[in-house]
């Protein structure tokens, strides 16, 4: 492998792990009503039964207008493009991340292994102060989500307001890869974007719009 090559890949490594990253996000209205990580909720079973789970509806996110749209590069790389949409084309700013049904999309501009965004997602959970534990449950969720994306891949991670579920596109095809059951990592994933407190503010206002 050249010398070129492997800055090239190492930047793209760094880059991806900077757009996982992101600070403690605000403790939200949701938040509040259990108090940190450390909770009944985060700890309970990630792969419950059906009767444990709370029905998840698919949601037809498709038609949903554009609230913003933002473009993540590094360097001269472009790492993806990511667009918010919700039911009436609006984001409700308020403590709680998630206060309606929305719909994240990010289409990625180069190939990113699964287990490249796993292990950059476990380096930013210990960043937001994640014990362990906590981590590993969390990831083994992902584990089971997340694919290899290609240029031209599409990760939507669509949401009710409390639960969500990741759909991946190629083209015209959708395909759904699973829930989030669990409100706590629901808000934990959407945070990374969504949440004031991000790394990337500057996305932040561009996809929620704000001025």
């Not at 010398?3 to 990253?21: D, F, G, M, Q």
């Not at 501009?109 to 534990?133: F, M, N, P, V, Y």
């Not at 890869?177 to 996305?203: C, H, M, R, V």
Request: aromatic residues 10%; hydrophobic residues 40%.
């Amino acid at each position: 492998m050249s010398k070129r090559n492997s800055v090239s890949e190492y930047l793209i490594a760094t880059c991806l792990a900077l757009a996982l990253a992101a600070p403690p996000f605000a403790r939200d209205a949701k938040a509040n009503q259990v108090a940190s990580w450390d909770t009944p909720q985060a700890n309970a079973p990630l792969n419950a039964s059906s009767s444990d789970v709370k029905a998840i509806p698919i949601i037809d996110w498709l038609a949903w207008p554009t609230v913003g749209r933002a473009q993540l590069t590094w360097f001269v790389f472009d790492v993806y493009q990511s667009r918010l949409k919700t039911p009436n084309g609006r984001y409700i700013i308020s403590r709680d991340i998630t206060p309606h049904p929305l719909a994240l999309e990010i289409n990625y501009q180069r190939e990113i292994s699964s287990e490249q965004l796993l292990e950059a997602t476990d380096d930013q959970w210990q960043k937001l102060g994640l014990t362990a534990q906590q981590r590993q449950r969390g990831l083994a969720r992902f584990r089971a989500l997340f694919p290899t994306v290609q240029p031209g891949d599409q990760l939507t991670y669509v949401t009710d307001g409390q639960l969500g579920a990741l759909y991946f596109s190629q083209g015209t095809d959708v395909a759904l890869l699973g829930y989030i059951e669990q409100e706590w990592l629901n808000d934990a994933f959407l945070a990374i974007w969504l949440s004031p407190k991000t790394a990337y503010p500057k996305l932040r206002q561009q996809l929620i719009a704000e001025r």
